[in-house]
């Protein structure tokens, strides 16, 4: 099992849509978690935390749950520039140091 | 956020030669830098993890003889892919963090390898 599962869709929505995506983590011990947005040939670009008490930030929202291991994005009025892949993103620390899981990412297409 | 470069953008090379990709952060001291790599359509997979000063530490099945890290400042790491073949072909990225009690990453903006 990935210590990281996202679906990588591809979510195909209109401009407009509500569009959520969840990625689950394995690890009971995670501490941070983040979702990232990588555009086409791009690198990752921070877009938020996750915290469990929620994390909104004009038209995307993030959840975390802990009891459950999965964080959500919910993207609302989708723009066409939101086109993306999303990257669920995991950092847990372990001896020696700690380390950041990536996981493959949920492709995300708005049409007009 | 945070800045961090990277150079060069691409890189077209020939099989058998050595290729240095630099990674820098520009507004920031970076303790931790990261080497990531991205084949098409895969998710990012971390390389090695290098500490300011020290040895970096490579993950399981990355060959520390063949991509050669160094980490001599706290604003600078470079990766060195000796002896290039086109397997290696990749897009490689860097990421930095630094920030006290922060464990955001940012990243540089990619080094797209094609080894002919």
């Known amino acids: 099992r990935k210590e990281v599962e996202q679906d990588p869709g591809p979510f195909n929505v209109p401009e407009g849509a509500t569009v959520a995506f969840n990625c689950t983590y394995s690890?009971?011990?995670?501490?941070?978690f983040f979702w990232y947005r990588q555009d086409c040939r791009k690198e990752p670009k921070l877009l938020m935390s996750v915290y469990s008490s929620g994390n909104e930030d004009g038209r995307f929202t993030a959840q975390l749950n802990r009891a459950s291991q999965y964080i959500s994005l919910l993207i609302r009025d989708s723009k066409l520039s939101d086109s993306a892949t999303y990257l669920c993103v995991v950092t847990h620390v372990y001896t020696g140091g700690f380390k950041t899981i990536f996981g493959a990412g949920t492709r995300l297409f708005v049409k007009a | 956020g945070a800045v961090v470069s990277q150079h060069p953008s691409r890189v077209i090379c020939k099989s058998g030669t050595s290729v240095k990709i630099e990674c820098r952060s520009l507004?920031?001291?970076?303790?931790?830098m990261f080497w990531y790599r991205q084949f098409p359509k895969q998710s990012l997979m971390l390389m090695a993890t290098s500490n300011e000063g020290s040895k970096a530490t490579y993950e399981q099945g990355v060959e520390k003889d063949k991509f050669l890290i160094n980490h001599a400042s706290l604003t600078l790491s470079t990766l060195t892919v000796t002896s290039a073949h086109p397997e290696d072909s990749s897009f490689y990225i860097c990421s930095a963090r630094g920030l006290a009690g922060s464990d955001t990453q940012y990243f540089g903006p990619g080094t797209r390898l094609t080894v002919l």
């Open positions: 690890n009971s011990a995670s501490q941070s």
């Open positions: 507004d920031f001291q970076a303790t931790t």
